[in-house]
């Protein structure tokens, strides 16, 4: 479809491989199999959630939040349940909103969802994107703990004066859906990718460091970094700006793309799964999105 071979997103992305969803699946479908999956592996009953939280940038609907289809799928009974739009970092502050939730008393048991389905979001004869994303899906049920592990500690920023390095045009209050927006491919994801690049190499060490700074820890402390998967060129410069071995990153950018919410959780969950997280681990969440958004979690296993 575009002028690019097989070698050149290998070497300039890692990506070789990507999951697409079916024509009939919504990112409600996805996130509610995630979720499944997260609370049978928490032993958690769906009626013990009080707060859900859904991360996404490519909702089933504008209205309601997905997070309200989510809930129907689950049978999860009355809930505070909302949307969270922070792009690839909403995870991230998701996790931080069912902290704070969680700490003030006002519920015990949260679920998380990052999801999104940036296929139909693409433009499949932009070159420059075309090539990156993927859809997916990842869930963590979070709730009180009674010793030192848990979350703690958590970096959260954005600056809308980057809003246009990553962006949507059309579909909101500002372009209203249209014959010349549609024509104009103004509903599709469009991103400044070297002017990213230096931005994301830059924030991802900064949100580490202030993260682990409000907690007393150093980049030594780390087990494990889950960041986001957007390009393997920047996971690799960022590991060279902490000072750490790109062993200590988890990464599988290779087999998804970049799934923009639903980044972290993925590869957070493949790395428990894999045995690459272990009990009293330190481990870093870290992203950046479109927002332009940024920030960390810190959290002892």
């Known amino acids: 479809m575009v002028d690019t071979s097989d070698e050149w997103i290998r070497t300039r992305t890692g990506i070789l ?30 009626q013990e959630i009080e707060l859900l ?6 909702q089933d609907t504008l209205c309601p939040a997905t997070a309200c289809y989510v809930q129907e799928q689950l049978g999860i009974k009355a809930c505070a349940a909302f949307d969270l739009n922070a792009a690839c970092t909403g995870f991230i502050y998701g996790i931080t909103i069912s902290k704070a939730y969680i700490q003030a008393g006002m519920c015990d048991k949260a679920l998380v969802i990052g999801v999104d389905l940036l296929s139909r979001v693409t433009d499949y004869e932009d070159r420059a994107t075309c090539i990156l994303f993927g859809d997916g899906a990842g869930a963590a049920v979070v709730g009180p703990t009674d010793d030192d592990r848990g979350i703690l500690a958590e970096y959260l920023s954005a600056d809308g004066k980057l809003a246009s390095l990553i962006h949507i045009p059309a579909g909101g209050s500002r372009l209203p859906a249209s014959v010349e927006t549609v024509q104009n491919h103004q509903h599709y994801l469009k991103m400044s990718g070297n002017e990213v690049f230096k931005v994301a190499v830059r924030i991802l060490g900064e949100s580490v460091n202030q993260a682990l700074q409000k907690c007393g820890l150093k980049v030594e402390d780390l087990s494990l970094v889950i960041p986001h998967q957007a390009n393997i ?13 790109l062993d200590k990153f988890y990464i599988n950018i290779d087999k998804y793309g970049n799934t923009s919410a639903a980044s972290v959780p993925l590869a957070l969950d493949e790395a428990v799964r894999k045995g690459r997280v272990k009990s009293g681990d330190l481990l ?5 999105g479109g927002g332009f958004t940024w920030g960390a979690n810190i959290i002892r296993w």
Do not use: G, Q, W
């Not at 079916?22 to 509610?32: G, M, N």
């Not at 939280?53 to 490519?58: P, R």
């Not at 410069?237 to 902490?242: C, F, G, I, T, V």
């Open 17 to 46: 491989e990507r999951r697409i969803c079916a024509p009939d699946e919504a990112a409600s479908d996805l996130a509610a199999e995630s979720a499944r999956k997260a609370l049978e592996h928490a032993k958690v009953d769906p």
């Open 53 to 58: 939280i859904v991360a996404t940038v490519t």
């Open 233 to 245: 060129r920047i996971i690799e410069a960022s590991a060279r700006r902490l000072n750490i071995s």
């Open 284 to 288: 870093a969440l870290v992203a950046f």
